[in-house]
């Protein structure tokens, strides 16, 4: 009846709580110390190795150093604690909030600043997989030279969360801070850092900025400070390495300025800027008399390159008494998740402009607005490409999308997800239910002999294809454009194709379903569709989805052999087929060229079983290239006898030989 709740119990569990929480952080110090020393004694080896007499790497160039300072932070990168960021919120080049957010093709977004001081120094984007990066157009080189605009969309998301005022403020003046700088005005530039630092002290882009306005002034001492409080905030940062290294390489402690920017390189071994530098302080340190072989300095030994209090899990956000988390899936990068408030936000501030639902798989345009993929296709589908909301232009855009190297906007699909799971599910729902229903075809149905199971299916109106045949398609009409896209998001790639009936003004009552093997996109949406029947199938009922026809289907089949007729009639199969090869070599080569390309290879001839379903794959396919009527063409496709198929074959081939015969005869009494 009564709780078991122990006041004395709960504060001992409290203390306990507190008591490893201290262990942990004492841990996670130690280690940092001890990967520190490591990496100390590494370069002292590695330093050994390179100046040990007789070697070459003394006539080293800086850029012939540079596969080598790559190759030992690869080596030293096993034993890096450098973690991915996985906040939404963060930028990952700056590693802060995301400021006047510009969106690439890739999906990821960053602030604009950032994007445009990557121009110079990084080509490919830092959140995309390394195996995917320099097979298409760099998304990072694509949005500077085609002018992207910012996220309109996630710009009046974030300026909406008034718990993040205080850090857009913050970044605001910090590239005011910046404008100063380059413009000479390095202490108006120190003022309005030391602004920002005096009252938010965990603000590492002003200790940053800061300590790179100090070296234009030649204060080498005050940089050091401030780039230690940057590591210290941001041990995982790697332009704070780079920048300590720079300042310890203008006041010639090269040795120092090496173990910098080597544990720079450690947190990314391919970046390219890393690598330059490191491979300077290393061919200065390879050149440096003054120090002696094989020892560091004093300096180095006795202080860790990472500070010790690195581990801290909650950091003093200055007067305004908010607090930064750090993410929730790592324990060392900052987060803003917990102050991104979602009750700030509602549903209808993430809705499409186009179809007015939530947002589904929302894409970002150049210009920087978001519709739901399917709703940004369709539109140009109808029209020009062009956006709709601003009608700028998307000629060059929209090939990419249509060809799904444009990703959803990761950062929009995440807030979507997080904020509003229930409606989130709700709209999936209603994707699927308006995308996939009528298109997904039940798994291993069309290898499967029940013909007993009705299922719907599309209907592309066009010509009579057959099975085991191919049947090319250039697809130009909007509605067969979303059919052929609903399809490809399919497993089954599969959709059904009638043709057009004259006396129901609709389409037959039989069908072929279609395979799709392959496809390519042209520049306005088209596409050129490579396709390959496989079952039959008869129309049990009609219906109509947004402008294209659907059926419930149910697939046919040929009625079993029996066994007495097995023989004779694979008998007849073999002779019929040596009648077609016969009439086939009396063909001129033009002809046989033009029936060998559309048959893709000649068949050969093909054994079937008493319970085959379509029968020999060559029958189908003779049938395909014949000179026959459509009507007897269609006799032929709905018929469930092989025996009535062979016949038809047989029939046609006489009466191709006999045309051939006469005209042999009178061009012999000519002569």
């Given at each position: 009846m009564y709780s078991n709740y122990h006041p004395n119990s709960s504060k001992s569990s409290l203390v306990r709580v507190k008591k490893r929480k201290l262990r942990l952080e004492e841990k996670k110090k130690s280690l940092l110390k001890v990967k520190s020393s490591l990496l100390i004694q590494c370069c002292q080896q590695f330093l050994a190795d390179l100046r040990k007499p007789g070697a070459r790497f003394l006539s080293y160039t800086s850029v012939e150093l540079e596969p080598i300072c790559h190759q030992l932070a690869i080596q030293q990168m096993a034993t890096s604690s450098s973690l991915a960021i996985s906040c939404p919120w963060i930028c990952s080049f700056c590693e802060d909030l995301i400021y006047e957010p510009l969106t690439l093709y890739c999906g990821h977004t960053y602030c604009e600043q950032c994007i445009k001081d990557s121009e110079d120094t990084s080509i490919d984007c830092p959140r995309c997989p390394r195996n995917i990066q320099g097979q298409i157009t760099s998304s990072i080189r694509y949005a500077i030279d085609h002018g992207f605009s910012r996220n309109h969309f996630l710009k009046e998301i974030i300026e909406r969360m008034k718990t993040l005022e205080f850090k857009c403020e913050n970044i605001r003046l910090y590239q005011q801070a910046r404008n100063e700088c380059t413009h000479g005005n390095y202490q108006q530039a120190i003022e309005i850092y030391s602004q920002i630092i005096t009252k938010y002290d965990n603000e590492y882009l002003a200790f940053y900025g800061r300590a790179k306005t100090y070296v234009k002034l030649k204060q080498f001492d005050n940089a050091l400070t401030d780039t230690d409080h940057v590591i210290r905030l941001k041990p995982f940062w790697r332009k704070g390495y780079y920048c300590r290294s720079q300042i310890l390489f203008e006041t010639k402690r090269f040795t120092s300025a090496l173990l910098s920017s080597l544990h720079g390189l450690t947190i990314d071994p391919d970046d390219q800027t890393g690598k330059q530098l490191m491979a300077q302080h290393l061919h200065a340190v390879l050149h440096d008399n003054d120090q002696p072989e094989g020892t560091f300095p004093t300096e180095t030994r006795s202080s860790p390159l990472i500070p010790n209090d690195t581990s801290t899990i909650v950091t003093n956000s200055g007067t305004c008494g908010t607090k930064l988390l750090t993410c929730r899936s790592t324990s060392t990068s900052s987060c803003f998740c917990s102050l991104a408030d979602h009750k700030q936000l509602s549903v209808k501030d993430f809705e499409c402009s186009i179809c007015v639902n939530l947002l589904w798989l929302p894409m970002t345009t150049p210009c920087g607005h978001v519709f739901c993929r399917e709703c940004l296709i369709r539109s140009i589908?109808?029209?020009?490409?062009?956006?709709?909301?601003?009608?700028?232009?998307?000629?060059?855009?929209?090939?990419?999308?249509?060809?799904?190297?444009?990703?959803?906007?990761?950062?929009?699909?995440?807030?979507?997800?997080?904020?509003?799971?229930?409606?989130?599910?709700?709209?999936?729902?209603?994707?699927?239910?308006?995308?996939?229903?009528?298109?997904?075809?039940?798994?291993?149905?069309?290898?499967?002999?029940?013909?007993?199971?009705?299922?719907?299916?599309?209907?592309?109106?066009?010509?009579?294809?057959?099975?085991?045949?191919?049947?090319?398609?250039?697809?130009?009409?909007?509605?067969?454009?979303?059919?052929?896209?609903?399809?490809?998001?399919?497993?089954?790639?599969?959709?059904?194709?009638?043709?057009?009936?004259?006396?129901?003004?609709?389409?037959?009552?039989?069908?072929?379903?279609?395979?799709?093997?392959?496809?390519?996109?042209?520049?306005?949406?088209?596409?050129?569709?490579?396709?390959?029947?496989?079952?039959?199938?008869?129309?049990?009922?009609?219906?109509?989805?947004?402008?294209?026809?659907?059926?419930?289907?149910?697939?046919?089949?040929?009625?079993?052999?029996?066994?007495?007729?097995?023989?004779?009639?694979?008998?007849?199969?073999?002779?019929?087929?040596?009648?077609?090869?016969?009439?086939?070599?009396?063909?001129?080569?033009?002809?046989?060229?033009?029936?060998?390309?559309?048959?893709?290879?000649?068949?050969?001839?093909?054994?079937?079983?008493?319970?085959?379903?379509?029968?020999?794959?060559?029958?189908?396919?003779?049938?395909?290239?014949?000179?026959?009527?459509?009507?007897?063409?269609?006799?032929?496709?709905?018929?469930?006898?092989?025996?009535?198929?062979?016949?038809?074959?047989?029939?046609?081939?006489?009466?191709?030989?006999?045309?051939?015969?006469?005209?042999?005869?009178?061009?012999?009494?000519?002569?």
């Open positions: 589908d109808n029209t020009q490409a062009q956006c709709p909301m601003c009608k700028n232009p998307l000629d060059e855009f929209f090939p990419l999308l249509i060809q799904s190297y444009v990703n959803t906007t990761e950062i929009i699909s995440q807030i979507i997800e997080s904020f509003f799971p229930e409606e989130y599910r709700e709209r999936q729902a209603l994707h699927e239910q308006e995308n996939i229903d009528g298109v997904l075809i039940p798994k291993l149905l069309s290898n499967n002999t029940d013909a007993s199971t009705i299922f719907e299916i599309p209907i592309f109106v066009c010509v009579l294809p057959l099975p085991f045949c191919s049947c090319p398609l250039h697809v130009f009409e909007p509605r067969y454009r979303l059919l052929i896209r609903r399809t490809m998001a399919t497993q089954s790639r599969t959709f059904g194709m009638c043709t057009y009936d004259e006396e129901t003004e609709m389409f037959t009552d039989y069908g072929t379903l279609l395979y799709i093997r392959g496809l390519v996109y042209t520049r306005d949406g088209r596409s050129i569709v490579d396709t390959i029947g496989r079952r039959r199938f008869r129309v049990v009922d009609r219906g109509m989805r947004d402008q294209y026809y659907t059926a419930r289907v149910q697939l046919i089949r040929d009625h079993p052999i029996e066994q007495e007729d097995f023989d004779g009639l694979s008998e007849l199969n073999r002779n019929i087929y040596s009648d077609v090869r016969h009439w086939f070599d009396q063909l001129d080569t033009h002809r046989q060229d033009l029936i060998s390309r559309q048959l893709e290879e000649y068949p050969s001839c093909d054994d079937f079983t008493r319970d085959s379903t379509d029968g020999p794959s060559w029958a189908w396919k003779i049938l395909d290239v014949l000179p026959i009527e459509s009507q007897l063409q269609y006799t032929a496709f709905i018929s469930q006898s092989l025996r009535t198929r062979l016949q038809i074959i047989k029939d046609t081939i006489d009466f191709l030989q006999n045309q051939i015969q006469p005209a042999t005869v009178s061009s012999n009494n000519d002569s």
